[in-house]
């Protein structure tokens, strides 16, 4: 079983010792919880690169925006710890919100230039919320190495630009997308879904694999892919509106050339559920 | 001689040879250099409590206003680096602008809730690169402790609120002003002090003595002891302006009966030169 905190003070004592004494090298996957396979390849990473892996579970209130979805936000820390225990994760923390954000918190990191489009644009506060989060987990935990999905490829990125900025001691570590056989994205908010609705949410792959094929092709217009993913997308008939869709270098600055390692990115709504994706393009 | 590091790499290899492989205590005092015996006073404090004490000479640009010092800011590294010599200090940290600031840096730490009064009503932005920069240099020299001044009393609790809200495993070890024998306090800034100038900067002490020795004879009214101390500081021909004279509790809390620990704080300039001050009231 993996030793389960909730207290900061008392995960800080317990991996001090290991750091110190023991020269343990610490691996960090910070989660919101309700593990599915995509945690589990961050998991897995961390548990081969270091001596001891530290998973937490934490649904961090600052980085929702008022009419998200905080409250039905999936949560299953007993199905959570067991999936930990079985990859070998030594250390679970799981704070309570007065733990993290007690009475009088005021201390909020911002960091510009890639913050304020895409996610950004469409959820105000958000990165501030995560950017704090991740800074405050990596003071709690400090960690050698820390393990981010591509899946949320703006907040990879700007954690990374959080890390440099700010000189913070760890080495970030990126995983690639895990995706379900047909497709779709890992995603704890798949479970909001209907099979209808998944069906529609599957359009989103589609594009990919179209642009996909139409730059292997020969296709470099960023915005003829753009407009034919868009296309296909709304053929789908419970995609209810596209918040961006766009082509981006791995920087997040729009291109009009298609590039190798250049990123689709997009987030859109099925039924009520709105879906983030995105995808590096291979030529 | 202190060894001296200009890059964050340099310096990060060094300590964490030491922290590790010796077990050394890191203590460490954050300076614009110019060091005088306030300085001095800090690094005593640091010398006697750690085994190895690091000073940063940095005068952070992210932390003046457009039209304050920073360019005439006084700067003299071949005597400070003599006095840490004389002091016992074993690491200097003296980075250039392009290590701390690169090209694209645009991370920043906003701490609200004291920021907001007092210093960073006068001087907005200053406390947001107050805390950003001491975040980085924590991040850089990872300290067991850190020494700061009570001479600036709100950027003490400025730094203190940092560290709980963000969890920043160092603690902060406060460290009484240092005053001239006529009582005023040391700063790199009265050097910008004519002979004349300096006579009306000794008014602030004249009415800190005054506030005490009328709180000992029973005044406690803080709007009373104001008045009588604005009075007695335009008395003096030179004081051209006074940005704020206040007295708060130790957590900057505005208050109306003077009680025992509260602080009395005042910014005001004398020519062009701005000081500020403060005083523990002593009952």
């Known amino acids: 079983m993996p030793l389960l905190f909730e207290r900061i003070k008392d995960i800080r004592n317990h991996l001090g010792r290991l750091r110190c004494d023991e020269k343990a090298s610490i691996g960090f996957v910070?989660?919101?919880?309700?593990?599915?396979?995509?945690?589990?390849?961050?998991?897995?990473?961390?548990?081969?690169?270091?001596?001891?892996t530290v998973v937490s579970i934490y649904v961090n209130p600052a980085q929702f925006g008022p009419d998200e979805d905080y409250h039905r936000y999936p949560r299953d820390i007993d199905r959570d710890t067991a999936i930990c225990e079985e990859l070998g994760v030594d250390v679970l923390f799981a704070p309570t919100d007065?733990?993290?954000?007690?009475?009088?918190?005021?201390?909020?990191?911002?960091?510009?230039?890639?913050?304020e489009v895409l996610e950004g644009e469409f959820r105000p506060g958000?990165?501030?919320?995560?950017?704090?989060?991740?800074?405050?987990?990596?003071?709690?935990?400090q960690p050698d190495r820390a393990y981010f999905g591509e899946k949320d490829y703006q907040q990879l990125k700007v954690v990374?630009?959080?890390?440099?900025?700010?000189?913070?001691?760890?080495?970030?570590?990126?995983?690639?997308?895990?995706?379900?056989?047909?497709g779709l994205a890992l995603s704890s908010r798949n479970v909001y879904l209907s099979d209808k609705e998944r069906v529609s949410a599957l359009s989103i792959y589609r594009a990919f694999q179209?642009?996909?094929?139409?730059?292997?092709?020969?296709?470099?217009r960023a915005d003829v892919l753009i407009r034919e993913m868009e296309e296909l997308i709304r053929s789908y008939p419970l995609v209810r509106k596209i918040d961006y869709l766009t082509i981006t270098d791995p920087d997040l600055q729009p291109v009009e050339e298609v590039r190798d390692g250049d990123r689709i990115l997009v987030a859109l709504w099925v039924g009520d559920t709105r879906l983030i994706d995105n995808w590096r393009i291979k030529l």
């Open 30 to 52: 910070p989660t919101m919880g309700y593990l599915h396979e995509g945690h589990k390849a961050l998991i897995k990473n961390s548990v081969l690169q270091n001596d001891v």
């Open 98 to 115: 007065r733990e993290m954000y007690p009475e009088g918190f005021g201390t909020y990191v911002s960091v510009s230039g890639i913050t």
């Open 126 to 141: 958000h990165f501030r919320g995560v950017a704090t989060v991740v800074l405050k987990l990596f003071n709690i935990v």
């Open 160 to 182: 990374e630009k959080l890390v440099k900025d700010l000189n913070l001691p760890v080495q970030i570590v990126p995983v690639e997308t895990v995706r379900d056989k047909d």
């Open 210 to 220: 179209h642009a996909q094929r139409r730059t292997s092709e020969g296709e470099r």
